[in-house]
C-alpha cells in the first residue's frame, strides 16, 4: 500500500515529462492511447487508496523523515477517504475528458495531454497533502496548467480575457494563501497541518489566529467563485474550450472550498471549537448568497456555456452552505453533493461540446429548434436537466436531502426552501434551454438581436451529421453514474463515516505526529428518502419544468398580470448583469472589498 | 522598528493591488501583480529572520553559528518560481489580446466586446 | 463600474484589509525574535544528516524535496502553455505588423554591444555551471544557476546574433534537456523509493561535508533542476522572441 502513496502523484507527473520529451518520434494515436491508459492506472490507484484509506487515514513522509516529539521535519500525505475519494473523482473525469477530446485538440498535439495529466497530478497532490505549503505548490500547479487550458482559442479575444481574468484573480488569491501561511509559520514554527492545529489548539484565538482564517478562506474562496469573489469565473467558463470546461465544472471550482474545509478542519477546529455557532451563520449566509446570485445569473442566461457557468457558481454556493453546517453529516452531504454534481455538470458540459460539434454553436436563440434531429443527446440533455434540479432518487437528491436532513436537525429550516429555489432556477435553466433546443419550443427568434453574440465569441455555422461515439459514450457514463450514486453499496453510509474522520481534528493529529492508527468505524448516513425530503425533491422538479414551461410558451401573458414582477426581475437581473463587467480592474476592487469584509465578520464574529 | 518589515509588506501588498485596479496596460498589470507577491517574499522572510543570523550556510562559519531560518527561504524560492511562471502566462495572452484587439487597455477591451 | 467608482469601491475595501493585515501580523513575534524548533533543528543537524553545508539546499531539496517537484513541474507547466498560448497561427504570416510606427526603426547594431555581449557568453555559461554544481555547498542551486545558464544565449540575441542564438539552441535538443531534467527528478525520487525507504528518499552514497561530489541526491536533484531550468527558461524565452522577431525582419524589407 504505502509505495501507491506517492506514485498516485509521480506518475503522472512522469508520464507528462516522458510525452512531452518524447513527442517528436511517436505518432499521435499513441500519445492518445497512452496518456488515456496512464489517467485509467492513476484512478485505479486512487480507488485502491481508498478502499485501504477506508479502515484508517494512511500516512506517508516522503524522504522518510518522520516526525520527531511532535515536530514535523518533512512532508507528508496523508491519505482519508474524502481525499482518496476526490483524487479518484478527478482521475475518473480526467480519463473521460481525454477519451472525449480524442479529435478535439489536433493543432497542439501533445501539449494539451501534458498539461491534462500535470493538472491530475495537481488535484490528487492537493486532495490528500498533511501540508499547508505543499497544498499551496499543487494548487498553483493546477492552476497554471487550468490558466493555460482556458486560453487555447487564442484566435478570438474572449477567451484570451476569460483566461487574463482567471490567471490575474486566482493568482491574486493564491498570495492571500500565501500571506496566511506565513503568519501562521509565524506563530507555529510548522508547516504540517497537524502540528499548526496542535499548536494553535494550545494557545489563544487573537488577531493572528483571526487574520489567518480570513486571509486563507479569502484565497480559498476565490478559488472555489464564492461572492463575491466569484466575478472571474462566469467569464473563464463561459469562454474556454468545452472539453477543459469538463474538468473545470466537474471537479475545480470545488477544490477551494475542500482545501478550506481540510485547513479549517486540520488547523482551525481545536482553536475556534467554542465559537461554532458564529462560523456556522457566517459561511451559511456567504454560501445562501453565491447560491441565489448563481442561480438567478444563470436562469437570465441565453449562452448556454455561461448559462452552466454560473450554475457551477451556485454549486458551489450549496457546496458552502453544506460546509456551514460544520458537523460531520454535513461535511457527508456536501460529498455526495459534490461528486454528483460533479458528475451532472460534467455530463452537461459534454453536451454543449456535442453540440458544438454538431451545429457551430451553444448560444440557445441561434440553435433554436435545430437539434431536433439528434435525439439521443438531447434526452441525454433533458435528463441531465432534471438531475440537476436533483429529481429523486438521484445522486444530486441524495446529497441536498442529507444536507436539508441534517439542517433541520440544527433547526435551520431555511435551508430546504433555499435548495428547492436554487434547484429549481438552475435546473429550470437547462430544461428551458433542452425545449428550446432540441424541441424548438417556445417563441421563434428573430426579434431578439445579437447583443450578446459578441461576448461568446465567434460561432462558425458548420454543421456535421455524426455524434462520435467517443464523445456521447462518456458523457452518458457520466450521467448515469450521477443518478446510479445512492445506490453504490457503501456509499452513502461511508461518506458518513469518512466525514466524520476528516472532522476529527484530534484523531488526524494523532496519526500524523505520533503514528497512532485511527481506525474509522461505520457510520449510518442521514435517512434520505423520508417523505419531507420526497416531496422536496419533487418541488423541485415541478418548479423547475414549470419555470422551463412558463418561459417556453407561446403566447405572452397578458402585461398587465405579471407587470410589477417582472421589470423587478428585470431589475435584479440587469443590475447583477451589469456588475459582471468583464473588467479585471473591477474584480480586483471586489475582491478587496470581500477580503476587508470577510476579515471584519470574522473577527466579529471569533473574538 | 521592530514592526517596519510588515509593514512595509502590507503596503506592497495593497498598493500592487491598487495597481492592478487603476491599470491601463495589461503588461502593467502583470508587474502590478508581481508587486503584490514581492509582498509575499518579504512577509515570509521577516517571519523567519533571527537577530543576529547568518545566512544558514555553513560552509565557512561552523555549524552552531546564530542562523536565521533556512525554511522560509525554500519557500521564497518555490514563491519566486511560482512568480515568473504565472508572469510569463499571463504576458503570453497579453501578446494575443494585443495580436487580436489590437489594444493592451483592459477598459477598451471591455467597452470594445458588442 | 465606472473609474470613480472602482476606486472608492477599492479605496473602502483596502483601507479594512490595510487594518486587517496590521492587526493580524501585530500578532507575530517581534522581528528578528525567532523561536521555533523547525527552523533551529534544520540549521543545528542538517549539515551532519545531509553533508550539505547550504541548509536551504538541505531543505530545497531534501526535508521538503517534495515541495520543489511541484515547483519544477509549475515551471514545466508554464513553459508547454506558453507553448500553447504562442502557437503560430496560418493567418499570422499575412498579418501586417500592426504596433510598429513607420518612423520606428530596428536600432543600429553597435559593435562595442555586439563584442562585449558575445564575449560573455561563454564566462556566464560556465559561471551558470558553477552555481548549479555548488548549489549544496554555498548559495545558489539548480534553479538558480539554471536562470544564468539561460541567460547565456540570451546575451547572444542582445547582440545582434539570433541565428547564432537558434543554432547554439535548437529546440528539439533543448526539449530533450528539459525533459530529462524534469523526468530527471521523478526518477531520483524514485530510486529512493527502490534503494531506500520511501519516494525522495536521500539514498545515495553522502560522501563528506564540503566537498563538490557529496550530499547524494541533493547534488542530483540541482543537476536535475538546473538542466530543466535552462532548458525551459531558453524555450520560454525563444517563444517570446519569435513574436517580435516576426516584426523586425519584415520592417527591414
Not at chain 1, 113 to 127: D, E, K, M, N
Not at chain 1, 276 to 293: D, M, N, S
Not at chain 2, 28 to 48: D, E, K, M
Request: proline share 5%; net charge neutral.
Amino acid at each position: 500500500m504505502d509505495p501507491l502513496i506517492p506514485l498516485t502523484v509521480a506518475v503522472p507527473l512522469l508520464a507528462a515529462a516522458l510525452l512531452a520529451a518524447f513527442s517528436p518520434f511517436v505518432t499521435r494515436r499513441v500519445i492518445e492511447l497512452s496518456s488515456i491508459a496512464v489517467a485509467a492506472a492513476v484512478t485505479a490507484m486512487c480507488l485502491l487508496l481508498l478502499s485501504g484509506a477506508s479502515e484508517a487515514p494512511l500516512v506517508y513522509w516522503f524522504g522518510g523523515h518522520m516526525p520527531r516529539d511532535g515536530l514535523a521535519l518533512g512532508i507528508a500525505f496523508v491519505v482519508d477517504p474524502l481525499g482518496a475519494a476526490l483524487a479518484a473523482f478527478a482521475g475518473v473525469l480526467v480519463t473521460a475528458t481525454l477519451v472525449y477530446s480524442w479529435r478535439y485538440f489536433d493543432a497542439v498535439g501533445v501539449l494539451f495531454h501534458s498539461l491534462l495529466l500535470i493538472f491530475l497530478a495537481g488535484i490528487i497532490g492537493l486532495a490528500i497533502s498533511g501540508d499547508l505549503f505543499n497544498i499551496f505548490v499543487f494548487l498553483e500547479l493546477l492552476s497554471v496548467a487550468a490558466f493555460a487550458l482556458t486560453g487555447y482559442k487564442i484566435e478570438e479575444t474572449g477567451p484570451l480575457q476569460g483566461a487574463l481574468n482567471f490567471g490575474v484573480t486566482n493568482t491574486v488569491g493564491a498570495f492571500f494563501v500565501l500571506w496566511g501561511i506565513a503568519l501562521l509559520y509565524g506563530r507555529t514554527g510548522a508547516l504540517n497541518l497537524a502540528q499548526m492545529g496542535e499548536t494553535l489548539a494550545g494557545g489563544p484565538v487573537d488577531s493572528l489566529v483571526v487574520t489567518a482564517i480570513a486571509l486563507l478562506a479569502t484565497g480559498f474562496f476565490i478559488k472555489a467563485a464564492i461572492v463575491p469573489f466569484h466575478f472571474w469565473l462566469a467569464d473563464t467558463y463561459a469562454t474556454a474550450p468545452l472539453p477543459v470546461c469538463i474538468l473545470l465544472g466537474g471537479v475545480v471550482s470545488e477544490l477551494g472550498l475542500f482545501a478550506f474545509a481540510r485547513v479549517y478542519w486540520t488547523v482551525f477546529d481545536g482553536a475556534l471549537a467554542s465559537s461554532h455557532e458564529e462560523l456556522r451563520i457566517l459561511l451559511l449566509a456567504a454560501g445562501a448568497l453565491t447560491a441565489v446570485v448563481g442561480a438567478v445569473m444563470s436562469f437570465a442566461q441565453r449562452h448556454l456555456q455561461r448559462m452552466l457557468a454560473f450554475s457551477v457558481i451556485a454549486h458551489a454556493g450549496l457546496l458552502l452552505v453544506g460546509l456551514g453546517l460544520m458537523s460531520p453529516a454535513g461535511l457527508a452531504g456536501a460529498a455526495v453533493y459534490l461528486l454528483a454534481g460533479g458528475l451532472v455538470k460534467a455530463s452537461l458540459f459534454m453536451c454543449l461540446g456535442i453540440l458544438q460539434h454538431r451545429l457551430g454553436g451553444v448560444d440557445e436563440l441561434r440553435l433554436h429548434g435545430r437539434a431536433r434531429h439528434m435525439i439521443f443527446t438531447g434526452t441525454l440533455f433533458l435528463v441531465g436537466g432534471l438531475v440537476l434540479a436533483g429529481i429523486p432518487p438521484a445522486g444530486t437528491y441524495a446529497g441536498k436531502a442529507l444536507l436539508e436532513e441534517e439542517a433541520n436537525l440544527l433547526g435551520l429550516s431555511w435551508v430546504t426552501p433555499l435548495f428547492v429555489l436554487v434547484s429549481c432556477l438552475t435546473g429550470g435553466a437547462v430544461l428551458r434551454a433542452a425545449g428550446k433546443v432540441f424541441m424548438g419550443w417556445g417563441p421563434p427568434p428573430g426579434h431578439s438581436g445579437g447583443e450578446e453574440d459578441a461576448q461568446v465569441g465567434q460561432e462558425t455555422t458548420v454543421e456535421r451529421d455524426r455524434t462520435p461515439a467517443v464523445m456521447f459514450v462518456p458523457a452518458l457514463v457520466l450521467l448515469t453514474a450521477a443518478i446510479i450514486i445512492p445506490f453504490v453499496p457503501g456509499l452513502l453510509g461511508g461518506s458518513e463515516a469518512a466525514a466524520v474522520a476528516f472532522a476529527d481534528r484530534p484523531a488526524y493529529a494523532g496519526s500524523v505526529l505520533l503514528g497512532t492508527r485511527h481506525p474509522i468505524t461505520e457510520a449510518r448516513a442521514h435517512e434520505w428518502t423520508v417523505p419531507t425530503e420526497l416531496i422536496a425533491g419533487a418541488a423541485s422538479v415541478i418548479g423547475a419544468v414549470a419555470l422551463a414551461a412558463f418561459t417556453l410558451r407561446r403566447a405572452p401573458l397578458p402585461q398587465k398580470a405579471l407587470g410589477k414582477a417582472r421589470t423587478g426581475a428585470e431589475r435584479v437581473v440587469g443590475g447583477l448583469t451589469k456588475l459582471h463587467s468583464r473588467h479585471i480592474g473591477d474584480y480586483t476592487a471586489w475582491l478587496t472589498m470581500g477580503a476587508a469584509l470577510l476579515g471584519g465578520a470574522l473577527a466579529a464574529a471569533l473574538l | 522598528m521592530s514592526y517596519l518589515p510588515f509593514a512595509v509588506a502590507v503596503y506592497l501588498f495593497l498598493i500592487g493591488l491598487w495597481g492592478i485596479v487603476i491599470s491601463r496596460n495589461l503588461i502593467h498589470l502583470v508587474v502590478c501583480l508581481s508587486v503584490v507577491q514581492s509582498s509575499t517574499y518579504i512577509v515570509l522572510l521577516a517571519v523567519g529572520y533571527r537577530a543576529g543570523g547568518t545566512a544558514p550556510i555553513f560552509l565557512d562559519v561552523p555549524v552552531g553559528r546564530r542562523a536565521v531560518d533556512p525554511i522560509v527561504q525554500a519557500l521564497t524560492l518555490t514563491d519566486v518560481v511560482v512568480g515568473v511562471t504565472v508572469s510569463a502566462l499571463l504576458l503570453a495572452l497579453a501578446v494575443q489580446v494585443h495580436k487580436r484587439s489590437g489594444t493592451l487597455d483592459p477598459e477598451l477591451l471591455t467597452s470594445s466586446r458588442d | 463600474m465606472t473609474s470613480r467608482g472602482r476606486r472608492g469601491l477599492f479605496l473602502t475595501g483596502a483601507a479594512g484589509l490595510a487594518l486587517l493585515l496590521l492587526w493580524g501580523t501585530a500578532g507575530l513575534p517581534d522581528f528578528g525574535d525567532y523561536q521555533h524548533l523547525y527552523g533551529l533543528t534544520l540549521n543545528a543537524e542538517s549539515v551532519a544528516a545531509t553533508r550539505a553545508t547550504n541548509a536551504v539546499a538541505a531543505v530545497t531539496f531534501d526535508y521538503r524535496g517534495f515541495d520543489t517537484l511541484g515547483e519544477e513541474f509549475i515551471l514545466f507547466a508554464a513553459v508547454l502553455g506558453t507553448a500553447l498560448l504562442l502557437r503560430a497561427q496560418r493567418e499570422e504570416e499575412e498579418e501586417p505588423p500592426e504596433d510598429m510606427a513607420p518612423d520606428r526603426r530596428p536600432p543600429h547594431d553597435s559593435d562595442a554591444v555586439r563584442e562585449l555581449c558575445l564575449g560573455l557568453v561563454a564566462p556566464i555559461f560556465l559561471f551558470g555551471v558553477y552555481i548549479v554544481v555548488h548549489g549544496h555547498l554555498s548559495p545558489g542551486g539548480g534553479f538558480q544557476g539554471g536562470v544564468v545558464l539561460a541567460t547565456a544565449p540570451l546575451l547572444m540575441y542582445i547582440g545582434g546574433e539570433y541565428r547564432g542564438l537558434r543554432t547554439v539552441t535548437p529546440e528539439a535538443p533543448l526539449e530533450l534537456v528539459k525533459g530529462a531534467g524534469t523526468g530527471g527528478y521523478v526518477l531520483i525520487g524514485l530510486s529512493g523509493l527502490w534503494f531506500g525507504t520511501s519516494f525522495l528518499d536521500n539514498a545515495l552514497p553522502r560522501g563528506n561535508a564540503g566537498d563538490v561530489i557529496s550530499s547524494g541526491t541533493i547534488l542530483a536533484l540541482n543537476l536535475a533542476v538546473g538542466m530543466a531550468v535552462a532548458g525551459g527558461l531558453v524555450l520560454l524565452l525563444t517563444e517570446f522572441l519569435e513574436q517580435t522577431l516576426v516584426l523586425r525582419s519584415r520592417s527591414r524589407k
